[in-house]
């Protein structure tokens, strides 16, 4: 257990949670660990929400956050959870995540206008591996919706119009 306090930055694909991410790890001295970081391998070897990809994730998750449980040290994780089967067990994850590293829980929802968030997703230097279509991007944000835990104090960013620089600091000050 730790008293280190544990930032989840949640939000829709291109919505700036790695520039976040990065910009407020080093301001509270966390590890920084983006979402597909711990993706990347099942996006390598399977098709998306294909049983291998969930099974490859499931073991990718247990053997990080089990470390992460252990940690004495700030944390921010970016994901981007929705109210689906997978997408809860997911949270239902970090949630036991925080739970066994003991220190504050902080969720954090970063959002921006959909014309914004498509333009973002679009932008070309966007990673291999991540969301790149906006098409997908706005059917995503139509059908589905965040798992935002009503039993935590979420912190709500709207990033249409701000530094990923300033929104961390923003952070910060909460």
Known sequence: MTDAPFVHLMGWPGVGKHAVGQQLAPL????YIDNHTLLNPAFATAEHLSD?????NRA????????LANEDRPLVLTTCHTDTPWGRECWARVRA???????PFHQVVLDCT????????ALPERARGKLRD????RSARA????IIDPALTVHRFD?????PDATARAICSQ
């Open 134 to 137: 906006p098409g997908i991007l």
């Open 114 to 121: 959909l014309e914004e968030n498509a333009r973002r997703v």
């Open 60 to 67: 990718v998750l247990s053997a990080v956050y089990a470390e």
């Open 52 to 56: 291998p990809y969930i099974r490859i």
């Open 143 to 146: 059908a589905k919706t965040l």
């Open 97 to 103: 995540l925080a739970e066994a590293r003991g220190g």
């Open 28 to 31: 509270i001295g966390a590890r």
């Open 159 to 163: 990033v249409t119009a701000t530094t």
